[in-house]
């Protein structure tokens, strides 16, 4: 999920300097930044995405195995 989100805010920037939104830098008009900056945010986007839903996947699997009720793990 961090790089997601380091994904998406490059992307951002990058399609502000792309589209002369930011002053003062290099990047500054330079279309190529208007391109490659919202398919990086969309992609951070995508890796954000998919974070949550690992992380809420394993919230929800059991944190111990299953026991007999002879207290012997099943298998």
Do not use: C, E, N, Y
Not at 1 to 23: E, K, P, R, Y
Not at 27 to 55: D, K, N
């Amino acid at each position: 999920m961090t790089a997601g989100m380091l994904g998406l805010v490059l992307g951002v920037l990058w399609t502000a300097q792309g589209l002369d939104l930011v002053h003062d830098s290099i990047m500054s008009g330079v279309t190529a930044f208007a391109v490659v900056g919202p398919v990086l945010a969309v992609a951070g986007l995508a890796l954000i995405v998919t974070g949550v839903r690992i992380r809420a996947r394993s919230k929800q699997q059991p944190a111990t195995t299953p026991h007999d009720s002879a207290g012997a793990p099943q298998t």
